[in-house]
């Protein structure tokens, strides 16, 4: 073994986000071994759950992970954390990064802590952009929602100078991935094709993420209107928040440059931005507009990658001191 690599874990291997999490590590250069935990899999193959991985890798799904892991995702599903801890699935020294929303809890109650408590361990907010000196010193990180993700990256910098208005207007749209593995009526391709929806108006579990960050940059927490739609594609985001404003839009941009410039996934671009620009890879693409006294600020997120696997593969780098950017260096799938 390598002195510089390590073993890495998954728990809960069958979904979505565990199988981008394998694809990502499985070329990581400082992964070892990389064990997939997956009660309802255990012994077959990886290709059985995850068909885009015949003949790229040989490993099986295990029934328990080896002592030797050093991080251990958990991408068991929403209300299953607390079972993983209780039944001892996770070596004892093993840092965690919880992919589901239960490490999160907390935070939808829409108060800011840098730390917080979940099944007796203290968790990290895990948006790097946020308090990525704070995820450094982590033992467990909850990794952010896919939506709070997009919107935070959107407000957060006008936050950070006081400048969010007391009614923020937020209207985005998911892919049908951002609903998980397991089939619904709402993922049916007869159903999602050729369709979009709203659901959740107004509602949305992230709003408490979302109103939980903006409160650890400006002291009054704005209204937010979010409007949550399904699109008919499998994966992306794309959100547009807007709101009143008494600033420039050149005094806007340098804003957003000076909050992200040593962010290395964010990007502003001058053009309007598209979903397919950032499908496949960890990158958040940010276009700002002033219209008399509005802003509107766009950004696309791939929802399975900076929306969630991309997102825990960089805390993971952000946690063991290396580059953040390790193995997240990703061209976008663009046709």
Not at 69 to 98: M, N, Y
Not at 150 to 158: M, S, V, W
Not at 206 to 230: C, D, T, W, Y
Request: hydrophobic content about 40%; proline content about 4%; overall charge neutral.
């Amino acid at each position: 073994m390598d002195s510089d690599k390590i073993d890495i874990g998954i728990i809960g291997g069958a979904g979505y986000t565990a199988g981008e999490l394998i694809r990502l590590l499985s070329a990581h250069p400082k992964v070892d071994s990389l064990f997939v935990q997956s009660q309802s899999h255990a012994g077959q193959h990886l290709s059985k759950a995850h068909p885009d991985l015949i003949g790229e890798l040989s490993g099986s799904f295990v029934q328990k992970l080896p002592d030797t892991c050093r991080i251990v995702f958990l991408c068991s599903g929403h209300g299953k954390t607390k079972e993983v801890f209780d039944q001892g699935w996770i070596p004892t020294q093993a840092k965690v990064v919880d992919l589901s929303a239960d490490a999160r809890w907390e935070l939808t109650q829409g108060k800011h802590s840098e730390r917080h408590h979940c099944c007796g361990k203290e968790f990290v907010y895990g948006l790097a952009e946020l308090q990525a000196n704070i995820i450094r010193k982590a033992h467990f990180v909850a990794n952010p929602g896919c939506f709070a993700t997009a919107i935070q990256l959107a407000l957060l910098p006008l936050a950070k100078q006081g400048k969010l208005h007391d009614e923020v207007h937020v209207s985005a749209i998911t892919g049908s991935t951002g609903a998980g593995a397991h089939p619904s009526s709402t993922t049916h391709f007869s159903w999602r094709s050729n369709n979009a929806s709203i659901y959740k108006a107004f509602t949305h579990q992230h709003l408490g993420e979302i109103r939980a960050s903006v409160s650890s940059l400006q002291s009054k927490v704005p209204n937010i209107h979010f409007i949550p739609m399904r699109g008919a594609f499998t994966r992306g985001i794309l959100a547009a928040c807007y709101q009143k404003i008494d600033a420039s839009e050149q005094e806007i941009k340098e804003w957003f440059m000076a909050y992200y410039l040593d962010a290395p996934f964010v990007h502003l671009s001058e053009e309007p931005i598209s979903v397919k620009q950032v499908v496949n890879t960890n990158k958040a693409l940010i276009h700002l507009e002033k219209v008399e006294n509005q802003v509107l600020v766009t950004v696309a997120i791939d929802n399975l990658l900076k929306g969630a696997s991309g997102q825990a593969v960089q805390n993971m780098n952000i946690m063991m001191g290396w580059d953040e950017r390790m193995g997240l260096l990703l061209k976008p799938s663009v046709f």
